[in-house]
């Protein structure tokens, strides 16, 4: 298990480690190749623009244009030259007639001229002879100087960025590679002992909490098992001792009786239920249970309780609701919070209300307008054996595992339950059910 993981943890640092220095190292050659080329080029037509001044300063000095070319050194031997009016048209061109040549005003180069001064155009194709050009285009007083390099292999190689660099990049980022999944793999093994220690701790901890529970739940029992072992011991005793008693003393003693071993009964039924819930979950078994057919019965047991002891029930469920579950333990939910109602909530009514159900869940509450709980003492209701009145709880004669029970009950079933006073009096339970 902590193998898997750390190969996982493994992979996925190295993978993101190496996918973030690859983007870099990318990111930083298209950077750092568009600038050497940016600044090649920049040079070139700086180049060709201070060739550019020096023919306009001829010109407006009155020397003839092909006695000035003659007469300085250009910086390529086969520059073109083109003079060019402000409106467009060609009035002179070192290689081609004037009068053939068309209209220049939409050329790119030409056009940044004239709105700013000077512009160039990279590797574009000649209407004129069809060749690949660099141009240069400078405005002067009335006219514009451009100049333009055949795009030739020489050309390219000038303005090609250097490839020495990126060797050097990249096999800089191949060391930091290895490096780091080195580094990767030594953080991946700190991981495993890590995950291999925590799940040794987690499972000495479950283990201790669970010997904690068990220990605690042995104690409860043979405290909640005292009274009526002992109630029912001085009933026998008394009944066996000879003593003359009446016929209504000898019958209250056997009802004494009957009524602890009911106790004694009950707490054994809810211990072993709420042992087989945390247990026992993979041997409990789950069928579609409809929630209303479910209510319908509670409803009934409901009916048949002595008017003067029993609540009315007032349940709002406007749809059918079936959850994949164990009826019997979904059915004890219902019971336990109805029979804590009945015997302490000292209320008239008990609500049961469908809040919402959807495709994966329902949401229920269960109310009741007796007088509540004192608020301190609502997180510990789930508490096993906790008890908000000792005595009163005994002598309604519950086992203190009602609520608990509710509790393991819905979280067996994935959900999750709370309770709250209401605010015109009562409690309010709200918990959820997968389906």
Known sequence: MASGISLSYHKKLFTLLLSCIWVMVFCFIGFQYYREKQFKTEVLNAQL???????????????????????????????????????GVVTYDSMHSADSMDNHISRPEIQAAIQKGSGYNISRKSASDGNLYFYSATRGDGMIVRTAVPYSSSLRDLLKADWTFVWVIIFISVLISVAGYFSALKLGKTIESVNKFREEENALREEQDKSRLKR??????????????????????TLLSGITLSEDKKQELIERCYMHNERLRNLLRDVSL????????????????????????????????PEEERMSLKIDFRERVVVNGNQSLIGSIFRNLTENAISYSEGKTIYITLAENTQD?????????????????????FERFYRVDKGRSRSKGGTGLGLAIVKHAVLFHGGTISVTNRPQGGLRFEFTLKK
Request: hydrophobic content about 40%.
């Open 361 to 381: 869940s329902c949401r229920i509450i269960f109310e009741d307008d007796g007088q509540g709980v004192d608020e301190s003492k609502l997180p510990r209701l």
């Open 216 to 237: 605690q739940l042995t104690n409860n029992i043979n405290h909640e098992l005292k009274t009526p072992v002992a109630s029912i011991q001085v009933c026998l005793e």
């Open 274 to 305: 709420i042992t087989r819930i945390e247990d026992g979950t993979g041997t409990i078994e789950k069928e579609e249970v409809v929630i209303n057919d479910l209510l319908d019965e509670i409803a009934y047991e409901l009916s048949v309780i």
């Open 49 to 87: 623009q201070l060739s550019n001044s020096h023919i306009l300063g001829a010109l407006e000095s009155g020397i003839a244009l092909e006695d000035y070319v003659h007469a300085i050194p250009l910086p390529f031997d086969d520059v073109r030259i083109t003079l060019i009016g402000d409106d």
